[in-house]
């Protein structure tokens, strides 16, 4: 039996990586000829990483799932602990990023290849973050955790609601950052062209 949590964190990883993949498009790419929407949409996409798997997925794997199976699955302890120190840097890293971005805007091209190395890293981290949730940790949670942990799980997991991950509209209040990325940015994420 799947339980509504994995599938709403799978769902959500995918999300990312496809929020990911599109950003690093973009970085590489480079503003073809709109150079304000250019750094408008990585701004947005930014700021996406930073409201949503930041502050709502990583939250609630750090405060309720790794500690239940870290209680039921001792074996998995090392894993959820690098995890959790990469949920500990993520907010930093994403801050980092945006400063980057901004003196590359700001200061020009002797600035890109300072945030281009620094998304690159990023999203390396952030890749093999999910995959060692999803290969090591994920499956130990299936395993060993209970009825009840479950239940508990999928009730706070449901409250998420990500718009990317195609379930979903968004939250009024995200309309316009939503409707910036996917109208602006190139696929796999969006619908736009190259700025």
């Given at each position: 039996?799947?339980?509504?949590?994995?599938?709403?964190?799978?769902e959500e990883h995918a999300a990312l990586a496809a929020m990911l993949r599109s950003l690093m498009l973009?970085?590489?790419r480079g503003p073809k000829r709109d150079t304000e929407t250019f750094f408008s949409v990585?701004?947005?996409m930014l700021f996406y990483v930073d409201e949503f798997p930041e502050r709502l997925h990583h939250t609630k794997e750090t405060d309720l799932l790794f500690?239940?199976?870290?209680?039921a699955s001792a074996?998995?302890?090392d894993a959820i602990e690098r995890l959790d120190r990469d949920h500990a840097r993520g907010e930093s890293a994403i801050r980092e990023l945006?400063?980057?971005?901004?003196?590359?805007?700001?200061?020009?091209?002797?600035?890109?290849g300072a945030f281009e190395g620094a998304c690159e890293r990023y999203i390396k981290f952030y890749m093999e973050h999910m995959r060692l949730e999803e290969n090591v940790v994920l499956p130990a949670a299936e395993r060993d955790l209970s009825e009840t942990d479950w239940n508990e799980l999928d009730r706070a997991f449901a409250e998420n609601r990500d718009p990317l991950t195609g379930k979903y509209p968004p939250?009024?209040?995200?309309?316009?950052?939503?409707?910036?990325?996917?109208?602006k940015a190139p696929a796999p994420?969006?619908?736009g062209e190259d700025a």
């Open positions: 039996m799947t339980h509504e949590s994995l599938r709403i964190i799978r973009m970085v590489q990585l701004r947005a500690p239940k199976i870290v209680a074996e998995v302890r945006q400063h980057l971005l901004t003196a590359w805007e700001l200061l020009g091209d002797t600035r890109r939250d009024p209040a995200y309309e316009r950052l939503f409707a910036q990325i996917l109208l994420i969006g619908v």
